[in-house]
Each structure stands twice: as C-alpha cells, then as structure tokens.
C-alpha cells in the first residue's frame, strides 16, 4: 500500500490532457484521497507535449513530485520527452503501435489505447481511456472514474458525455484484465476537502465574494483564467465583464468604473501589467481604489507564455511613475487567493490605493482539493465613500490625520466628484504650489503607508529558531510545508503580503535561527534584497529556480538537506 | 437651468483669444439646455489644454491621463448609467496617444459624448505637429514642414460605424451648443470634433484661414445618409460644419444587457450568496 502515487497523462495539444487531468483529480478526491495537480503545456493549441500531473495521497499535499509513478503516454513525442520523470519501479502505458515505438523498455507496458477509443467513437476519446486504465492501475474503482466523466462531459451534451463514459469502462477493464499486475495500491481516508480549485479560479471567487461589478482584462496567459471564471459567474451576480482592446484601456477602465463608485478588476501577466505602469500610478494620485492581479510567468518580453516565474515581485514593488503607497499580496494556495482578493478590495477602498495581487503560472493553474474557506471573512468595506444625501463635503482631497480623504460617489452623492492627475489641491483643481505639494505626497505617501502597515498580513511562521529557516513569497507556500515537514530541524517564513513589508515580524520569526535561505522562483534573490533592504538581515542564500518550471517536492528538500 | 450655473471657481489657464473659450461658452449653453444638475453630469479628460474643460465647468470630473479619457469615461458610464458623460478631448489626446481607444470605443459604443477641441496642433506642449496637422506645417520638429498624411476623424468614425458624428467651429458657439445637445441626446457614442484656433502655436488654421472655410450643412442633407456623410467628411476645400451623419444603433447598454440591470452602482455588496458558485467546484 502506498501513501501516495503520481500520475502523469501527456499528449500534444489537442488530445484533452487538461480534461484527463481533471477528471483524475476528482476522481481521487471523490475515493477519499487529497490530490495536487500540475500543468504543463506549451504556448499552442495543437502538437507538442503537455502533461498534467496529479499527486494523490491519503494525507493532503501542497506541492508536485519530481518522478511520476504512473505514466500515461497518448503520442511517441510524449513518450520521448517524459521517460526521464518516470520514477524508479515506475509504469509508463503507451500505446505501441499508435506510437510506433518498437522496443520496450523496463517499465514500459504496451496497451491498445487508440484501439479501445475508436472503438469508443474515435481517437477523440483516448484522453478518458487514459484516465479508465489509471482507476484500474491505482485500484479505484470505476464509479469514481464514470462520475469524473459525467461531470467533465455533462456540458457538452449526452453522447459525448457516453462516448467518454464508455472509452473510460474499455480503459479500465482492459487494464485491470490484462495489467493487474502493474497496478498500485494506494492509502485512503476520508476527508471533507471537497472542494476542487486551482488559484485563478479561487482568486475570481475571491472577487465575485468582495462585490467585484466590473471585471475587465486583455487576454493574457497565465491570468485569462481569472476572466474566464468571473465571466461563468457575470450573469449570475450581475457583473459586467468587459474585454479591453489593450491593457491601458484595462486599468484606465478599471479606474474609471471604480471612480464612479463601482468595485473594479482587471488582471494580466507581465507584459500586460507593463502597459497598466501608468494607470497605476494614476489610481494613486486620483486615490481611486484599484485591484490589479498579476499572474507572473518568465519574462523579459514575451518569454515563456504558459509558464511559472516569480520574477516580478520588485517590478511589482515599484510599478508605475512617482512615488506613492501600495499593498502587494503574496497569497499562496487557493484558499489564500480567496481571501488575497477580498482583502485587496477592501484595502483598496479603505486606503483609496492601489492593492496588487502577485500569483503566477504554477498557483494560478495548480488544482488541488481544499474545504472552502469562510465566504464571510473580509466583509466588504467601503471606507470613506460618500452615498447619499451626506451633505457638501469639504474637498475629494481633504486633509486628513491618516491621509484618507472622503470620496464621493458620481451621481450619488450630495458633493460633486472630483478627480485629477495633476497635482491637486482639496478641491482636486490643478495646483502648482509648493506646500500643496508636500502636503498631498505626504498623504498619499507616508499616512497612507502608515495606514497599510498597521493592517499587514502576518507571514506564516512553521518550526522557528530550526537549524535552517527557508523564507518565500507567494506560490512557495505548499512546497515550503511540506519539505520542511519532511527534512529535520527545519522551518520556513511565508510572506502572504509583502508590501508594507512585515520588517518586525520576520526578525521576531527568524531570531535564533541558524540558516536563514531563500525560496525564489527567479534569477536574482528578490525577496532577499527586499528583506536585507527592509531588516538589515542578510539571508546567507538563495534557492532559486528560474527555468519556467515550479519547485517541486524533492527539490526544496534536496535544497534543505543540503542547507542543514 | 442657466449657463451660469455651470460656472466653476477654479481661474481658467488658457491663451487669451484661445478658441477653447468658445467650446467652453458653447457646452455650458447646451447644459443649460439640457437641464440636467451639475451632480448627474461627469465630464472627463485626459491631458492637454482641451483636457483642463472639467476643472472649468461645474460638474462631477475625472481628469486622468494622457490619451485615456475614454476607457475612463467608458467605464464610468458602464458604472452608472445614469450619468451623463461628456468628453473632452484634443486631437493629440484623441486621435494620436489614445487612438486605439478612439477606435474601440467606437465599437464599444457607450453611451457618452465626446468633444475633440481640434487644434491641429500641440498646445500644451508647445508647437508640434498633431495627427490632425496640415501636411507642410513647419515646426520646430517638423522644420521641413509636417510629412505625415493627416488623420480624418470624421471618415474614420464613420467607418467605424459611429452612430454620431458632426463637426463645430469654436467661433460659431450657437451652432456648437445645438451640436452639443444632439450629441448628448444621441443613445450612444457621439463624436463632435471642433475645429479650434491655436493663435499661439498654429499660425496656419487661423480664426481667419477657418472663416473662409466653413460653411454649414444645409437642410437637404440627409443625415442618415452614409455616403453622402462619407462624402462631406471628405471635403478638403470647403469644410462642412453641422450633423453629418445621425443614426439610432443599439448601444453598448442595450447589447450589453446593462440597461435591464440595476445600475451596477447600486448593487448590494453585502451578503453575496457564493454558495451557487462553489457548488460547481465540489
């Protein structure tokens, strides 16, 4: 009996890898066991090789596993490009004569993958033969597999949804009449983590919870998801999803719609935000509310479009012209996502800043089993914003001791509503005067971030004063949990939000530490210069991974090991 | 409602003689006309000396960045529909570092008014050649004279399928507020360009060289007409002033679904149900 198992199902694009993976996860989440799936794919729609993995495990998981215990292969490309992640005792099915490979090697079993799915309706159908035969091979048994499919298919109307039901039987009962042998068997427990997400999605929920109204984005990998789940949803809670004809109209909307008193969205990847750098700033001299999610994935430039990175946290620190006060959450699970977005609602409107949500390729995309967290956490919080007949106020950019200024509503309120991005005096008329000047950047500036610092999002301290303490950000959560539960004398710092950064609570988190290491997914040891900047502790290195790929299980406790 | 009651405290920074006087006198008349407070009106900008309108007219405004008044303006009026939401605009702001908004926005068609003050010049930058520019106008950039074919506004709408499109002159204030007023009353995106006098940077398009010019759209011209619009719009030697083309289409509202919802200003924020939503996640 083993405590976990990874599967590995690739194909090129095209051949529903992501539908076999997902129905892989329900289908162990539905027997009792916890999963963490990956994705991985190319930037295209057809060929090449993808592969989804998923963990299953009778305890929960975080994070993905270097090898694959199971591998199913639907092409001889994905043969070719996936052997070498096959684990050590590991099964690799392939279909051989759809392949066209001729030799087998150790592990390698031979089945009649396309076979079983033409006879199913057509090659079509070779993803849910892929998932029937790896219920058999990991002793699920078939009801789980049929429900996975009738969920997945439902939408798309009942022959399909037949057809996949059907190719998965012929999956599974060849694999469990002529590969028994092969097969693993694999601890379950019952658990109440029903719910099925990946980051993007539960970022998107997050929004529609906070009383997002208007979401508005380009389309841009890693961050379309997050459009793609509040659009699902726009008819039902009665949000208007607007599609930009770039980023810059994006952010200028979204500001637009949030001046008016609406809460607003818009989200992109990299290069998008790179184009949003100046309607940020705006929101930050208008002191209008602005949530922005950026899905990191490797630059410069185009870089690689569907992968992982961490690269832009000081981008993120520092987009935009000026200078000026902002939060960045750092969420890392789904569950994190949630609550990163309603807080970035409220922090946005009570501040009247802008709040940045960093994710990236790996969170956003990653699915995992989770019990929802509390939907009434983070309650909307409009801070200052003036509805009704509240009578003149005295200037949108009055002076105030914690720099936040009554905002009237357009329309909705008694006082007009002013905005500019000049400099402004109270009244937010075009000013050129000197002390109105520091008067105002000292609002938006040092009150604000006074204000911020105050209400900053703790890190997550595991296993203080360990011989080595990893520190990360963002997506580094779950490998973190787990590697320093596996290695000895080990603990990690998780910065859940790293702006206003935590500079007291991570000295009182890494007193009497040994090692202090970072956990980065770039180049350069961002979150250690930022963490040298703002304590003056230097961490003694950096574990860095910035080949496009996430950090897995094994790495982070190679890295610990090495450390300790 | 008066003119008057439109006035604003904030002192006005434009050139004396400067042609934007004129569109300012003419859009506080159509206000007046309109009959609207100054609390339902949102008059937004972005930069140059067109975009300094909203400090000078008594309303709710939204002053924003170079180029992107309509995104701002666009999501506003998608924010509260009850807003009536005028742009005001120059050929730089417009036509040049917003004119992929331009473009877009005209297929979006929100319901909103947009008045580009067409100098054919940059005035708040001091004298170089806009996307409106004679070809030939000599600047301190542009020594050799302007190079560049000149951008039309009008054909470009019209191409689009604006369902407003009409042009003013600065010094015809009486005729500008009338344009005005079509343009607010029309259901969806109105394009009025002005054309204004730039007596400190644009020697060219003077009050003098527009007056032997100009000439009004007459009665006999059908203003649902495209191609005769189309054809007016392309006149170079004479310059048509008036409605050129005015046809009802249905409005981003409308097709959005927007005008059957409550204003999304208005949307209760507290206790979302999320559960319908998650239940497709377990």
């Known amino acids: 009996m083993s405590e976990e198992i990874s599967i590995r199902i690739t194909g090129e694009a095209g051949q529903g890898i992501v539908a076999a993976g997902l129905m892989l996860c329900r289908m162990y989440k539905d027997s009792g066991r916890h999963v963490f799936a990956i994705q991985d794919y190319m930037s295209r729609i057809r060929g090449g090789t993808n592969f989804f993995q998923a963990r299953a495990a009778a305890v929960p998981v ?14 001889k490309e994905a043969v070719a490009s996936n052997k070498s992640a096959l684990a050590p005792g590991g099964v690799l099915v392939l279909d051989a004569e759809k392949s066209g490979i001729k030799e087998l090697e150790k592990g390698w079993f031979n089945a009649p993958i396309y076979a079983l799915a033409r006879e199913a309706g057509g090659p079509l159908y070779a993803n849910s033969v892929a998932l029937g035969m790896a219920a058999a091979l990991t002793c699920v048994e078939f009801d789980k597999a049929g429900e996975a499919v009738r969920n997945e298919f439902s939408a798309k109307g009942g022959e399909v949804a037949a057809k996949n039901a059907l190719a998965a039987r012929k999956g599974f009962d060849y694999a469990a009449g002529n590969m028994k042998a092969r097969s693993f068997r694999l601890a379950a427990a019952p658990h109440g983590r029903n719910c099925l997400l990946a980051g993007n999605e539960a970022l998107a929920l997050g929004a529609i919870s906070a009383g997002c109204k208007f979401y508005t984005a380009y389309p841009m990998s890693p961050s379309t998801g997050i459009m793609d789940t509040v659009a699902d949803y726009a ?30 969205m818009t989200a992109s990847s990299g290069g998008g935000f790179a184009l949003m750098c100046e309607g940020l700033s705006l929101a930050a001299m208008t002191e209008t ?133 000049d400099e402004h005096g109270p009244e937010g008329h075009i000013t050129e005067l000197a002390e109105v000047r520091l008067k105002m950047t000292r609002k938006r500036l040092g009150l604000k971030l006074a204000g911020l610092a105050k209400e900053v999002l703790r890190p997550t301290v ?10 990360g950000f963002g997506s580094s959560l779950g490998v973190m949990r787990e590697a320093c539960a596996a290695v000895k004398d080990a603990g990690f710092v998780h910065y859940p939000q790293v702006w206003p950064f935590p500079a007291a609570e991570t000295l009182a988190a890494l007193k009497g530490a040994g090692r202090v290491l970072t956990l980065e997914g770039n180049a350069t040891g961002q979150l250690a210069r930022l963490m040298r900047r703002e304590t003056g502790l230097e961490p003694a290195g950096s574990v860095l991974k910035y080949d496009g790929r996430p950090f897995t299980l094994d790495e982070a406790a190679a890295a610990l090991e090495r450390g300790n | 409602m008066e003119a008057a009651d439109f006035n604003s405290a904030d002192p006005v920074a434009w050139c004396p003689g400067c042609g934007n006087f004129g569109i300012q006198a003419a859009l506080k008349t ?117 190079i560049l074919a000149p951008f039309p506004p009008l054909e470009t709408a019209l191409a689009l399928g604006c369902g ?73 030697e004479r310059l048509p002033l008036g409605v050129l083309y005015s046809r009802a289409r249905p409005d981003y509202g409308e097709l959005s679904g927007l005008d059957g919802m409550k204003p999304l200003v208005d949307a209760e924020l507290d206790n979302i149900d999320l559960s319908p939503a998650l239940a497709d996640f377990r």
């Open chain 2, 30 to 146: 159509a206000l007046a006309e309109l009959g609207k407070k100054p609390r339902e009106l949102l008059l937004v900008s972005g930069i140059g000396q067109a975009a300094k309108m909203p400090h000078y007219i008594k309303a709710n405004f939204f002053n924003g960045l170079h180029g992107r008044a309509l995104p701002a303006a666009a999501a506003a009026k998608i924010a509260n529909r009850e807003l009536t939401v005028i742009v005001t605009t120059g050929d730089g702001d417009c036509y040049g570092e917003g004119g992929n908004h331009f473009v877009h926005n005209i297929r979006r068609n929100v319901d909103m008014t947009v008045i580009v003050h067409d100098n054919r010049i940059y005035g708040l930058t001091k004298g170089q050649a806009s996307p409106t520019s004679e070809p030939g106008l000599k600047t301190r950039i542009q020594p050799g004279g302007v």
């Open chain 1, 235 to 264: 008819a039902r809670y009665g949000i208007i999803v607007e599609q930009a004809e770039d980023e810059i109209a994006a952010v200028n909307m979204a500001v637009g719609a949030s001046y008016a008193g609406v809460r607003s």
């Open chain 1, 462 to 471: 595991v296993n203080p004063g360990s011989k080595t303490m990893l520190c």
């Open chain 2, 164 to 236: 407003f499109v009409a042009r003013g002159y600065a010094a015809e204030r009486e005729h500008l507020a009338g344009l005005i007023l079509a343009g607010i009353r029309h259901k969806g995106f109105s394009l009025i360009d002005v054309f204004q006098p730039c007596p400190s940077f644009n020697k060219l398009n003077t009050f003098d060289w527009y007056a032997r010019r100009v000439y009004k759209v007459g009665p006999g011209h059908d203003v649902t007409d495209k191609a005769a619009a189309l054809a007016l719009a392309a006149e170079r």
């Open chain 1, 289 to 421: 509310p602005l949530v922005i999610a950026l899905v990191m994935r490797p630059g410069p430039a185009t870089g690689f479009p569907t992968r992982t990175a961490q690269e832009d946290l000081e981008f993120a620190l520092h987009a935009g012209h000026g200078e000026f006060a902002r939060a960045v959450y750092t969420p890392g699970s789904p569950e994190e996502c949630f609550l990163a977005a309603k807080r970035a609602f409220n922090t946005a409107e009570r501040f009247q800043v802008p709040a940045l949500i960093l994710s990236d390729q790996y969170l956003a995309e990653s699915v995992t089993n989770l019990e929802f967290p509390d939907v009434s956490a983070e309650p909307p919080d409009r801070g200052r914003l003036l509805k009704g007949d509240t009578g003149p106020g005295t200037g949108r950019y009055s002076y105030s001791p914690d720099g936040v200024s009554p905002r009237p509503v357009p329309g909705r309120s008694a006082a007009l509503a002013a905005a500019d991005s």
């Open chain 1, 62 to 75: 975080y994070a993905p596993r270097e090898k694959a215990d199971l591998m199913i292969a639907l092409d």
